[in-house]
């Protein structure tokens, strides 16, 4: 199994910054608490050839579960996310306001294998980080989750292309394109579309993603299932990972969750 390169160093700028280096060993002694203020965090693990990975923050494991200390911490496998994707949960996790030490660590590896940084977040702002790139050219991306105000009868989405050997996405609603040149690492701007025929709970049957490759053929990506409970004011992120021309884990996939 490929993994995370032991030494990277980086600068992330979207509001937040970070800075990466090689660690040590983990600490010993791990809680997996949430507090109940501070800012609002979500993780993706998008990061192609990367096993499964735990989350921590300030030392404390940050992913699993959330409920009473001590509960056993899980891990994120690739694709997936803290909290879960896919869901009609709308909850960020929180870590505190101000500099936050964060790492994510690839299990099982012998030494540790991770990456490490700081995040510095304000209070009651929302953030979503992903790990992303190809083992061994792995680097986070994090991006400012701007949460848009309810207006009449619309929601908002926003795709995030998470495809390292891609040039740009684009995003088709109910046969509609509605986001296009979305390139490598992009897509932090929510736009505003209305809901056709508007009644509660909505649901949108249909939605595709078109990834475009350098010198390898495009591939469009039909959803496999619906985004429920469309309401006015409703947040969406839909983000692709994979490879275009992979195949197996590392075929290209489609994947979303709400923000609000």
């Given at each position: ?150 207006s009449g009868t ?22 509609n394109l509605v ?47 619906n985004i429920t ?32």
């Amino acid at each position: 199994m490929k993994y995370f390169k032991n030494i990277i160093q980086s600068t992330i700028v979207f509001g937040v910054g970070i800075t990466l280096f090689s660690c040590g060993n983990e600490h010993s002694v791990l809680q997996n608490l949430t507090p109940a203020e501070g800012a609002k965090v979500r993780f993706v693990h998008a990061a192609v050839d990367v096993g499964n990975v735990e989350l921590s923050v300030n030392d404390k494991k940050f992913t699993g579960l959330l409920t009473i200390s001590p509960a056993v911490p899980g891990t994120i496998a690739y694709g997936g996310g803290y909290p879960v994707l896919g869901t009609a949960n709308t909850e960020y996790a929180r870590m505190p306001a101000g500099t936050n030490k964060i790492k994510v660590t690839a299990v099982g590896t012998t030494p540790e294998v991770s990456i490490t940084g700081e995040v510095k977040a304000e209070n009651d702002k929302s953030y979503s980080i992903f790990a992303v790139g190809q083992a061994p050219n792995v680097s986070p991306l994090v991006l400012n989750d701007n949460i848009p105000q309810p207006s009449g009868t619309s929601f908002f989405v926003r795709l995030v292309n998470l495809v390292p050997n891609s040039t740009t996405a684009e995003l088709s609603l109910a046969g509609n394109l509605v986001v296009k040149d979305i390139p490598f690492k992009g897509g932090e701007a929510f736009i505003t579309l209305p809901i056709p025929n508007y009644t509660l709970g909505t649901v949108f049957t249909g939605y595709s993603v078109t990834v475009n490759g350098d010198k390898i053929p495009s591939i469009t990506l039909n959803s496999a299932s619906n985004i429920t409970n469309i309401i006015p004011g409703r947040v969406i992120t839909i983000f692709v990972r994979g490879l275009v021309g992979g195949t197996g884990a590392k075929a290209p996939v489609m994947n979303w969750y709400y923000n609000k």
